[in-house]
């Protein structure tokens, strides 16, 4: 089946530091790449998300760039604030089927 | 987006007995979906929930464990059977809502087996 690997595991940067989190696939077929935050003690929630005909999407400080030849995708976060602080999960899947899920990225944003 | 509401949000339990989360959702939806995390590591499926009839299990997850029920488009059951201590985890319910491929997550509910 299919495998997302992330990269790092953690990640520690000051405040007002850019953050860059990187996953890899090996399905051709995926087509949707959502990034989820989850704060401890929360479910997981939708932050951004690409489709496989974007090469990239911003919204204010958080942007994702695809590159589908390569197979992977990367969620950039600028200017961090402490309030960043989470474990951050890459996914992937077709059209339909369920997410799966890199094995998460614990970001720490010092002020 | 979709509300979706789970209980019991935790519970403990013995070894060897079962538990049943309820997942509902405010608004029918086209999938639904089983996951588990276990204790600070990532988000596992463990099967799709197909309403009127048996639910897809992901490699590794039997139905004799994880019993799942889906009566109708906005609700479904997850059963943990003959539980034991390695069943400690979150259990979260998931849908994808509408025309997107968006999906959303319950709040979850976390078992503890003693």
């Known amino acids: 089946g299919e495998n997302v690997e992330q990269h790092p595991s953690t990640l520690s940067v000051q405040e007002g530091d850019s953050a860059v989190i990187k996953c890899t696939y090996s399905d051709s077929a995926s087509n949707y790449f959502p990034w989820y935050k989850q704060e401890l003690g929360k479910r997981p929630q939708l932050i951004i998300d690409i489709r496989s005909n974007v090469g990239e999407k911003k919204d204010q400080r958080i942007a994702v760039t695809l590159n589908k030849t390569a197979k992977h995708f990367s969620l950039h976060i600028t200017e961090t604030q402490p309030e960043d602080s989470a474990v951050y999960f890459c996914s992937l899947n077709q059209a339909g089927t369920a997410l799966i899920f890199g094995k998460g990225t614990t970001l720490s944003v010092s002020s | 987006s979709a509300v979706i509401s789970q209980k019991p949000s935790r519970d403990i339990c013995q070894r060897g007995t079962s538990l049943t989360i309820q997942c509902q959702v405010d608004s029918q939806v086209t999938m639904m979906f089983w996951y588990r995390q276990q204790p600070g590591q990532s988000l596992t499926l463990i099967a799709t929930a197909n309403q009127g009839s048996e639910a897809t299990y992901e490699s590794g997850f039997v139905i004799d464990k994880f019993p799942i029920s889906r009566p109708n488009l906005t609700f479904s059951t997850l059963t943990v059977s003959n539980m034991s201590p390695e069943d400690s985890s979150i259990y979260l319910c998931?849908?994808?809502?509408?025309?997107?491929?968006?999906?959303?997550f319950g709040p979850g509910t976390r078992l503890t087996v003693l």
């Open positions: 998931s849908v994808i809502s509408g025309s997107t491929d968006t999906q959303y």
